[in-house]
């Protein structure tokens, strides 16, 4: 790709998501970070009892309809399942997939503060 094109893009770029409204800016925000993630940890709780622990995790997306597109009340990942909740990866901890409701599951996300 020459250079000319490549300025061409980004300013074609530049020029359309400035003249994006807040919400969609913050909406294609969110929707880059569902795709790029952190080192994150969440935490799923029973009431106020941590029941699960997932860490490691480099993606936490929102789940999309296949044919309309529309968000669906889940989310999902992959992480290191920490069995012990001791709040470190110990040998025999593997990464695994995991999901959880939106509407019934009491949980934090976090960034790994360390």
């Keep these: 790709m020459n250079g000319y094109r490549r300025t061409a893009i980004a300013l074609a770029t530049v020029t359309s ?10 909406k294609i925000g969110r929707s880059i970070q569902n795709w790029t993630g952190t080192d994150g940890i969440i935490e799923i709780y029973a009431g106020d009892k941590l029941v699960k622990r ?8 929102t789940a999309a309809g296949t044919t309309d597109g529309t968000d669906r009340p889940y989310r999902f990942g992959y992480g290191i399942l920490d069995a012990n909740l001791n709040g470190e990866v110990d040998n025999g901890e593997k990464k695994v997939y995991f999901e959880f409701s939106d509407y019934s599951t009491s949980y934090v996300f976090f960034e790994n503060p360390a």
């Design 17 to 26: 998501l400035a003249a994006c409204t807040q919400e969609s800016q913050n």
């Design 54 to 61: 997932f860490m490691k995790i480099d993606k936490l997306s």
